[in-house]
């Protein structure tokens, strides 16, 4: 079966960096437009950037732009996310998220995607 298991969450202090990544198995990862999306305490999961198939088209909600990177290595079916400049708004637990088969475009809507890792929690201390 699908599965995605997120790693590299954890405390970072304001302004600090972190990078976590999504290992996907149970799936040929090239076809699958990837994404990422966090939910804090309280509040409906967001999007908050997201990878077309192979790479090439990267989309980031308003509030990471120019902070975090998304990235892709279908030779090892992995999902990076590369989070710079954080700040305690950025506290969350993230998760990875891969569209169904064959859907290779990014969409920003939770309900767009098929397959879910169990999160990782991201607290980021002022």
């Known amino acids: 079966q699908v599965q995605l298991v997120e790693s590299g969450g954890g405390l970072v202090q304001a302004g600090g960096s972190l990078r976590p990544s999504c290992a996907a198995s149970g799936l040929t990862f090239s076809s699958y437009a990837m994404g990422w999306f966090r939910q804090a305490p309280g509040k409906e999961r967001k999007f908050v950037a997201g990878?077309?198939?192979?790479?090439?088209?990267?989309y980031y909600a308003d509030s990471v732009k120019g902070r975090f990177a998304i990235s892709r290595d279908n030779a090892k079916n992995t999902v990076y996310r590369q989070m710079n400049s954080l700040k305690p708004e950025d506290t969350a637990v993230y998760h990875c998220?891969?569209?169904?088969?064959?859907?290779?475009?990014?969409?920003?809507?939770?309900?767009?995607?098929?397959?879910w890792g169990q999160g990782t929690q991201v607290t980021v201390s002022s």
């Open positions: 998220a891969a569209r169904g088969a064959f859907e290779v475009v990014v969409v920003p809507d939770a309900e767009g995607y098929a397959y």
């Open positions: 990878i077309n198939w192979s790479g090439g088209q990267v």
